[in-house]
């Protein structure tokens, strides 16, 4: 990581450079040309008004000093009366150049292009005199270039520092960098003094912590639930069927005891049958492949399912809605209709009622259950999605209850991403509501 940190600082520092080299070539270079073609006109005018005072001998006068520029000199028909850089006879006409048809129209015109006598690229610039010829000045700019690679070398000179300095800057930055990450608390990540950049990632890791402290005990607690929810049916059966090996039993009773022994061993089957559903829920290996699912129909189904058990309580069962299909897996949205179906009639009183309802709605698609039962307290309804925890525990165990439906109908909604809302009042009853969004 330190190695990657410190070639990406100079693999920056690079392209800076080499950017910054290539901003400041093109800025020199447009400022050069532009210097160049004021210098230009300058000299077109300085030369203008000396011809203006002493006639066009001035310029037979300068031949012998060393310029700069190249001066030409051009008659209104084209011809070509001086040029300082060539022999006039040697030149073409020139009335078809651009600078000097705008000099002749306007009484001044530029160019810029390659010269056909010198082949290299000038700027011109022309001016008309007082006896209407045309004085043009001509200066190259391809020493402009030249000037840029001189500065080159220093240029390079300087790269080759500055990632010399780098690299040692990018070397202990990273270190630094690194220190406070090597050095981390992993356990009690807040009371670690970091830079503000980190605080996210302690943050997170926080709270990571306390999510697999949270699990940990859960599964601690659940474990030592199982341990005695199956140790309670097992002690029963035990005894009974001591009882009976001894001869204890009269035969009268002896019917009495196998009932007992039969209903604990229908407990336990329960309870173990509910904790592998939920275990498999858990660790995410359900299976079962998403079919496209009546929701009516299925509550229509299981509450078929119940009507025997709801006719001991005398309990009346109404199913209502509309055909409503969710893709789901059938075989655990049934389990959690089941599960709240059944709490809401072995909660519910004699000769109560339980009405359940599907369709859409403007949330989405619901199941909605609700009882006319004993109800729910408010300090307890955070915790009833529990493993094996019970409101009110003699009647759940007066009911066969194995503490687990309700936690198998909260992971069958988190699996098909729904939501289990809950609306209770004491002695009045309790709504179950899956949202399926």
Not at 231 to 257: C, H, R, W
Not at 340 to 356: A, D, H, Q, S
């Amino acid at each position: 990581m330190k190695s990657r940190i410190q070639r990406s600082m100079v693999l920056i520092l690079c392209i800076t450079l080499l950017a910054t080299y290539s901003l400041l070539a093109v800025v020199v270079y447009n400022q050069s040309f532009l210097n160049l073609q004021e210098e230009v006109q300058q000299e077109a005018d300085y030369i203008k008004a000396a011809i203006d005072i002493s006639g066009e001998q001035y310029l037979r006068a300068m031949d012998n000093v060393r310029q700069k520029a190249r001066v030409t000199v051009v008659r209104p028909n084209g011809t070509v009366t001086y040029d300082s850089g060539a022999g006039q006879e040697k030149l073409e006409n020139h009335r078809e150049r651009k600078e000097i048809k705008e000099a002749l129209r306007n009484g001044k015109g530029s160019d810029f292009r390659k010269s056909d006598t010198t082949k290299e690229r000038s700027i011109y610039y022309a001016i008309q005199l007082e006896n209407g010829n045309v004085l043009r000045v001509a200066r190259t700019v391809d020493n402009v270039w030249p000037m840029l690679l001189n500065v080159f070398p220093y240029m390079a000179g300087i790269s080759i520092l500055m990632m010399g300095i780098a690299f040692l800057l990018a070397k202990w930055q990273t270190a630094r960098l690194i220190r406070p990450i090597n050095e981390l608390n992993l356990e009690e990540p807040l009371e670690n003094e970091v830079y503000e950049e980190l605080q996210p990632l302690l943050e997170g890791l926080d709270k990571r912590n306390r999510e697999k402290e949270a699990v940990a005990q859960m599964r601690k607690e659940f474990s030592a639930n199982v341990s005695h929810e199956l140790k309670t049916p097992l002690t029963s059966i035990s005894g009974y069927a001591e009882i009976m090996k001894s001869g204890l039993v009269k035969p009268e009773d002896m019917q009495n005891f196998s009932e007992r022994i039969y209903t604990e061993a229908s407990r336990l089957i329960t309870l173990v049958e509910d904790i592998i559903k939920l275990s498999k829920l858990d660790e995410g290996k359900v299976e079962l492949e998403k079919e496209e699912v009546d929701l009516f129909m299925l509550c229509r189904e299981v509450c078929s399912r119940l009507s025997l058990q709801a006719e001991k309580k005398r309990i009346k069962i109404e199913v209502t809605g509309e055909p409503v299909f969710y893709r789901g897996i059938r075989q655990i949205l049934s389990e959690m209709i089941y599960n709240l179906c059944e709490n809401g009639i072995k909660y519910n009183v004699e000769g109560g009622k339980l009405t359940v309802w599907a369709g859409n709605t403007l949330q989405g698609k619901k199941v909605i259950i609700r009882d006319t039962g004993i109800g729910i307290p408010e300090e307890d309804r955070e915790r009833i999605f529990e493993r094996f925890y019970r409101v009110d525990k003699s009647h759940s165990k007066q009911s066969g209850g194995t503490g687990l439906g309700l936690s198998i109908v909260k992971h069958g909604a988190m699996l098909h991403q729904a939501e289990v809302q809950v609306k209770s009042e004491v002695g009045k009853g309790t709504t179950m509501e899956i949202v399926f969004k």
